[in-house]
């Protein structure tokens, strides 16, 4: 085979694998919104919801503070989520007294992510859950 061959054949398995692995993430994804229970939100809290999630799911790394998170981590985050999470970053946002952001999506996504790392901490440090654990 010439060259002009194998590049050919070569591109068609790069783009053959390019859609197996997109089509592989928007099940992923799809899978992770259904765990949300969407159906518990307003209308318009349900589409600001969902579009800071998949900016979450595909964003190359995700900043907050100092701290810089790779895609890959934010992905195994992600499946920490859930509708309880989700609500309370709701709260947290309608809190919010700051005045107009330039990017509320991407706010919102942190307040999301930031708020699924909180939960595991609060019940780390929940004198209740923990008076009967033995460390």
């Known amino acids: ?3 002009k061959e194998k590049r050919k054949k070569e591109k068609s398995d790069t ?3 390019t859609t ?5 993430e928007r099940a992923e994804l799809d899978h992770l919104i259904r765990r949300c229970e ?5 209308s318009e809290e349900q589409t600001v919801l969902r579009d800071a ?3 979450l799911y595909y ?5 907050i503070g100092p701290c810089t998170y790779p ?3 934010v992905r195994e985050t992600l499946w920490r989520l859930n509708w309880e999470v989700l609500d309370c970053a709701l709260a947290k946002l309608h809190e919010n007294e700051k005045p107009a952001m330039r990017n509320t999506l991407v706010y919102t996504a942190k307040v999301i992510f930031s708020t699924i790392l909180e939960r595991g901490c ?5 004198p209740v859950v923990n008076r009967g654990k033995e460390w």
């Open 71 to 73: 895609q890959l981590q």
């Open 53 to 55: 999630i998949t900016w």
């Open 1 to 3: 085979t010439s060259k």
């Open 20 to 24: 197996v692995e997109r089509a592989r």
């Open 59 to 63: 964003c190359g790394e995700l900043t």
């Open 38 to 42: 969407f159906d518990l939100f307003e």
């Open 122 to 126: 609060d019940t780390m440090l929940d």
């Open 15 to 17: 783009e053959r694998s």
